[in-house]
DNA sequence: TCTTAAGTAATAATAACTCTTAAATAAGTT
DNA sequence: AACTTATTTAAGAGTTATTATTACTTAAGA
């Protein structure tokens, strides 16, 4: 899901043009790890396309949101940040510095499959957060607390 | 968790001044059902409040989630809603029309353990969204094929 | 009652995101 | 290869939920 074949063949199957701005996003965004701003995106593919404007990136980003390929997670400091894993999963997120590390386990598979059963009906979508202080940032809550 | 003396007492345990607005304000929100936002509080106060300005609803739902009574959604259209029930549960999300029901069954908490048992840390919060078509809008879809 | 740190109301400021529009272009067609 | 056109882009203006500022007010302890 990460070459630029299969990414412009997406975009074209989906009935979008496969334009170089949204290849060279897609990527970019696809192949990430860590839950990026829209921001950092843009930052990190303006120095392969320094004419790209942050109207294309959101447009692109809204795009790959709605053809499946990414999830927009919101939060209420009011800046979203995408994650290409769409598929059930649980992300841990830093409550003081907003690291988000992703768990996927062979057991929230079953255990999901559970619920997903119980309910009654077939979900469109999930969000599944966890909430915590990073190692890191325990680390300088305790230093701060000493000094 | 709703009797006004309960809400002084708590504001009054962690340090807060008990003021009448934040009284009327958490006597709103925590009786909620439907994960109102921010201006649809401010709203409903208003009747039984009039002079009081939407910066001191924020304040309040605010410090209302750092105490820990309530929880705050963040959402990629920038609207935040707020949540009573800061417990482990789902919220399952219409992503046409917005409207969010809670879904607490048993099974939840078995799963719940069980996934805090395999992480090896205790969390400070969650969040499971379950994103679907309500059927009012599941309805109204059909019509507009039709039609 | 007096004192004062904390809280409120009003208003201005912020910033992520969306809208508008003229110019550019992807991708078919000849 | 040139032509055609609907789609897309870049730039800048606009929107709006939320936050910051500040002068006035008040809860609550002494
Ligand atoms: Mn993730
Ligand atoms: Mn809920
Ligand atoms: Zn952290
Ligand atoms: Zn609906």
Redesign the interface.
């Known amino acids: 899901m990460e070459s630029k074949e299969r990414i412009m063949e997406e975009f074209r199957r989906k009935g979008f043009r496969a334009t170089p701005q949204r290849i060279v996003i897609a990527q970019i965004v696809l192949k990430s790890k860590d839950h990026p701003t829209a921001e950092q995106i843009y930052q990190a593919v303006k120095k392969k396309y320094p004419t790209l404007s942050p109207a294309t990136v959101y447009q692109t980003l809204h795009l790959l949101t709605e053809i499946g390929l990414l999830q927009?997670?919101?939060?209420?400091?009011?800046v979203?940040r995408y994650d290409p894993n769409a598929s059930p999963h649980?992300n841990?997120i830093c409550?003081n510095c907003g690291k988000i590390q992703d768990?996927q386990?062979e057991?929230?598979k079953g255990?999901?499959s559970?619920?997903i059963m119980?309910?009654g009906?077939?979900?469109?979508?999930?969000?599944?957060?966890?909430?915590?202080?990073c190692d890191q940032c325990q680390a300088n809550m305790h230093n701060n607390q000493v000094l």
Chains 1, 2 share one sequence.
């Open positions: 927009e997670l919101g939060f209420s400091d009011r979203s649980i841990i409550r768990y386990a057991s929230i255990l999901w559970q619920i119980e309910l009906f077939k979900p469109i979508g999930q969000r599944l957060d966890i909430y915590r202080h």
